[in-house]
């Protein structure tokens, strides 16, 4: 499997304003892409975009954040994981006319 980069790194936050403070005053990001009235903010920070979004279907969890890592081919990147990583939980594919993506959740007990 070849990763290229990291395409974008997504945080689900439950209060925007307070999440827009953090990123944009304490951090110092500069949003570079706004939607849904605020409640959805990207930065761009280097070659990696992390999207902040603040949505009723889309809660923060402890059970951590979305990465999304570019590859190559994705039908082959997800069979090449399957294969070698069968502690791995996997949803469904997702394909959109801009990318297509596997959500999938490591272990606990393992450690990367």
């Not at 951090?27 to 920070?45: H, I, N, S």
């Not at 603040?54 to 090449?80: I, L, N």
Request: include cysteine; charged fraction near 30%; proline fraction near 5%.
């Amino acid at each position: 499997m070849i990763t290229n980069e990291v395409a974008f790194v997504a945080i689900a936050v439950s209060d925007k304003e307070r999440a827009r403070k953090f990123y944009q005053e304490t951090l110092e990001l500069k949003p570079t892409r706004t939607q849904m009235d605020g409640a959805w903010v990207e930065y761009d920070l280097g070659p990696t975009t992390i999207g902040v979004g603040c949505h009723p279907a889309w809660k923060p969890s402890r059970d951590g954040t979305t990465v999304a890592f570019e590859v190559e081919d994705f039908d082959d990147a997800v069979r090449e994981a399957q294969r070698t990583r069968r502690d791995v939980r996997y949803g469904k594919d997702l394909r959109r006319p801009f990318a297509g993506w596997r959500n999938f959740a490591t272990p606990t007990e393992t450690s990367w």
